[in-house]
């Protein structure tokens, strides 16, 4: 037993001091000079949390419409909102900072726990810096944006980190946690977990049947506990996976795979050479949990069958995983040295032969880094308000009762007022224009002069940057009128 008084920190764990900074960064970069949300699921997701903190039943209010109730089985992202809700009411920290400072936060502790899984292997800060370099974009999202996948990704190297080295009844426990609260915010992360663990349960069904037992029971109890509640959604979600639907257009591959680097790319073939070389079930259940995640992927968007949630998200854990056998590639590039002979004929200085392959360590890292950051500071991202759209929101939040309940607006921007203030709109543009969307816009377009639709459509509140001509309007503050 090792003597607590004598245990020395690794060296490779400073090194993580500097990782840790950059995957802050990285994570920063959607919020440099923008004080709110950016995304437009972001504002989905602050709006669904002050519905749940208001609610006092099993069941919530559409935050935007205000027309139905949804039952909390209908939300499968609920957990999510519950806990930033929860730690919103207890921290008292301000929605915008939630926002935007704990999807950095969140990305330094998926990048500890991936250090944590490769150290026991000999490449724990390598594969967390590639981790680092995880891009967040538009279309799939990223550690970038306070969103269920990213909160997600950090439950994949613990998950394969408790089932690699522990093998009593609280590691089952443990992943039996995991896997319920990944089914409560994001249940394609939850099945992209699994999918990355059935490589470790099979490879141990021969030799340590108990802990492939375990491990099995452990993830797949929690997916039977909400049966009763998607029992209805089950024949629909069958029939869907034999319908080829059109591939998404926001996901451009070449532009993603060079965003992530080609450099990375390549150190993880080196990698998985190597863990394949090495043997061990672990190495295996790496390298095949890898090729599990890319021929879903690949069958997808080849054949066009599957839910493409599944698909979409799931291109997060295989750059995750991308990563962590990266790290085992530039492990072995840093590890590379002269044979003595070569060394003593061409007369090399012996700190060359000593350090070879840590100058290239050295050069590949800054190499990456030189390419990879400036491709992410240009990554281009939308901002749905300013700070005038967004004082204006606090305005009608602080100071309009709630006999004015409906508002309508620039489309573009509802999403968000509902969000700040906690009133329904008339509509809104979450993924692409709809009639009622044009709708709202020659309104506005108009001058606001159709008191007629305002009253047809229960519309008491209007907010506008541009000219509102019209006698039954009263403007309260700048920008914002109510018809009384």
Known sequence: MNNPANYRIPKSAYLMLPVMALAFYIAFIPHQGYLYPVHVDEWVHLAFSKAMLQSSSATIVDPFFGEFSRPLSSNLEAGFHLFWGVFHQISGVSWPDIFRYFPGIIFIITVLSVYVLAQRQGFGWEAAFFTCLIPTTIGILGPGFLVPVALGLLFMPLALFVAFNFRSWWSYFALFVFTSFLLSIHAPSAICVVIVLIPYILLNLKGNFKHALGITLAVLIPFLAPFPWIFNMLLPTAKSLFTPEPLPTYIDFPHLTRTYGYLPVALCLLGTFLLWIRGSKRNYSLVFGLLALLVMVVAYFTFHYGLHIIYTRGLMYIMLLVSVIAGAGLAEVKSLSLPAGLTTRLKVPSIITQHLGKFLCLVLVGVIL???????????????????????????????????????????????????????????????????????????????????????????????????????????????????
Not at 406 to 423: C, M, N, R, Y
């Open 370 to 484: 030189a390419l990879g950051i400036p491709d992410r500071q240009e990554t281009p991202y939308y901002h749905m308000i300013d700070e005038a759209d967004y004082q204006a929101f606090v305005w009608v939040r602080d100071n309009v009762d709630n006999d004015y309940k409906k508002a309508i607006l620039d489309p573009w921007k509802a999403t968000a007022f509902s969000a700040v203030t906690g009133k329904n709109i008339y509509t809104r543009i979450h993924s692409y224009p709809k009639t009622s969307d044009e709708k709202a816009s020659e309104f506005l377009d108009k001058g606001c002069s159709d008191t007629a639709f305002l009253r047809e459509n229960n519309i008491s509140i209007i907010y506008t940057r541009g000219e509102c001509q019209n006698p039954d309007l009263t403007e309260v503050s700048e920008n914002i009128y109510l018809l009384e």
